[in-house]
């Protein structure tokens, strides 16, 4: 069992950047692929980005390509999304998630083992 808790949400202005961590706890953190999902108001959750185990690999939705950047240390158990020159189009709710023993989250594949509760981010225009 993961338990996922993110964090550094907030508001911010056109252009600004926000850090979000996502803390897991639990065991065997190593052991899974992580990915960022957003869900604005009225639109269904899409996927945002996700790393490997080991860092090594990283994929990223289009619409976020270039300005955000996901990164973990697995020493703290802790998964980050750095996400600069935000757009008021970035506004969402954003959710981490974990995926045991499988990549399938850097394809884009929702089908996530654990979610948090999500962190909501606010760009103003």
């Known amino acids: 069992q993961v338990q996922l808790v993110e964090s550094g949400g907030g508001l911010v202005q056109a252009g600004g950047s926000l850090r979000l961590s996502c803390a897991a706890s639990g065991r065997g953190f190593t052991s899974y692929t992580m990915g960022w999902f957003r869900q604005a108001p009225g639109k269904e959750r899409e996927f945002v980005g996700g790393?490997?185990?080991?860092?090594?690999?990283?994929s990223y939705a289009d619409s976020v390509k270039g300005r955000f950047t996901i990164s973990r240390d697995n020493a703290k158990n802790t998964v980050y999304l750095r996400m600069n020159n935000l757009k008021p189009e970035d506004t969402a709710v954003y959710y981490c998630?974990?995926?045991?023993?499988?990549?399938?989250?850097?394809?884009?594949?929702?089908?996530?083992?654990?979610w948090g509760k999500g962190t909501l981010v606010t760009v103003s225009s």
């Open positions: 998630a974990a995926k045991y023993a499988s990549d399938s989250v850097l394809a884009g594949a929702y089908d996530m083992d654990y």
């Open positions: 790393i490997s185990w080991s860092g090594g690999r990283t």
